[in-house]
């Protein structure tokens, strides 16, 4: 499949009073044309800092300090690691919009929803004021908000979290984007309209054949719309594969404690899950070598706090009979020689 995202050993920093805080440190990871990627990781590994960093949205004092982020276009390739203005806005929200968590934070107050949908329109694609506003109705209509003739002219802080939800990414989709970007879309919602959102993305990507990002905490969000999951830790891309080897077979020792401490299908929900042993460490402090060993069950002292393992293809254990097979990359010292990693940062 054609290649439509690279991002490629990028970093974004903060250089804050206390320390520098390496957010992003040396992420690798690819999106087809189509196709929907999970993010997936615990609080703080730097899933929304390497998001915002694709569209160059990274707030102050944060920032690219290194790496590749190629966007193919068809006008070329867009490195947005290393792009300015005009070619930052060419890819911004026409080639790759994003939604955020919260929508209301990331809404004007002050403005009907049929504004901000239009302006992002004529913003784009230099429509009239009044074929925005048609657009803007078909598209609120598009992702299930009911009455969108009389919605369109309603303001954020009249709607609901879901109805809010669906508006964003009205106006995500209000150019279609080639990649929609949605970080932790569910998260602030209940339930039941968690399930909805969802589904919708999951009929809107079908729809329209754009590529997701779906950054998530829940493994079981990312089980049910991933076609390939890359889980983060501390900064770093640890483990990608195809969404079913992620989740039967794990490599990394960490998507394997993050697979234990979901609940398995099916099985009874006070069952005692065991949450990933110890925390993630304070950002100022990395530890050494490969940063997840202090939390490791396969620790190898003398190698894991003097290495970073470096990323190797991984390998597929089914069964002995079948042989070897690869899907993916992981980065851990039990599968690549110490040779391969590079020797310290
Ligand atoms: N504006 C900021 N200023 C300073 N540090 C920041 C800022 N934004 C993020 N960070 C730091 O960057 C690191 C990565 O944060 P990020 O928000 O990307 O994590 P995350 O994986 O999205 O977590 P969550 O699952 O909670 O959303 C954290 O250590 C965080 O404290
Ligand atoms: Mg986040």
């Known amino acids: ?50 998001a915002r960093s694709i569209l160059r949205l990274v707030d102050k004092p944060g920032k690219i300090t290194g790496g590749h982020i190629r966007v193919h276009t068809d006008d070329g390739v867009v490195d947005m690691a290393n792009a300015e203005g005009p070619a930052i806005r060419s890819v911004r929200g026409k080639k790759v919009a994003m939604v955020f968590q919260e929508p209301i934070a990331s809404m004007s107050p002050v403005h009907t929803l049929g504004n901000q949908i239009g302006e992002s329109l004529r913003l784009h694609e230099m429509v009239d004021k009044k074929t925005a506003r048609t657009r803007a109705i078909e598209l609120l209509r598009r992702v299930g908000i009911p009455a969108p003739e009389r919605r369109v002219d309603e303001y954020p802080f009249q709607m609901s979290g879901g109805m809010l939800q669906r508006a964003m990414i009205a106006m995500a989709l209000s150019c279609g984007p080639d990649l929609l970007i949605a970080d932790e879309p569910t998260t602030a919602l209940d339930v039941t309209t968690q399930a909805q959102i969802l589904e919708l993305l999951r009929e809107l990507q079908q729809d329209t054949g754009m590529a997701v990002m779906l950054i998530t905490h829940d493994l079981g969000v990312a089980a049910q719309l991933a076609d390939r999951i890359a889980v983060m830790y501390l900064g770093a891309v640890v483990e990608t594969g195809t969404t079913d080897t992620v989740l039967r077979h794990p490599r990394h020792p960490y998507t394997q404690a993050l697979l234990r401490s979901v609940p398995k299908l099916g099985s009874a929900s006070r069952e005692r899950l065991s949450p990933v042993r110890g925390m993630v460490p304070s950002p100022y402090q990395r530890p050494p070598g490969c940063t997840f060993h202090p939390r490791c069950d396969a620790f190898m002292e003398g190698r894991c706090e003097v290495t970073v393992p470096g990323s190797v293809p991984a390998p597929v254990l089914v069964s002995a009979d079948k042989g070897a097979r690869t899907d993916g990359t992981v980065s851990c010292l039990l599968y690549g020689d110490e040779d391969e990693g590079e020797a310290t940062r």
């Open 1 to 50: 499949m054609e290649s439509l995202l690279e991002v490629e050993d990028l970093h974004t920093q903060y250089a804050l009073d206390d320390g520098l805080v390496r957010a992003v440190d040396g992420v690798t990871l690819d999106i087809r044309r189509g196709e929907v990627l999970a993010v997936v990781g615990e609080s703080g590994c730097g899933k929304s800092v390497m």
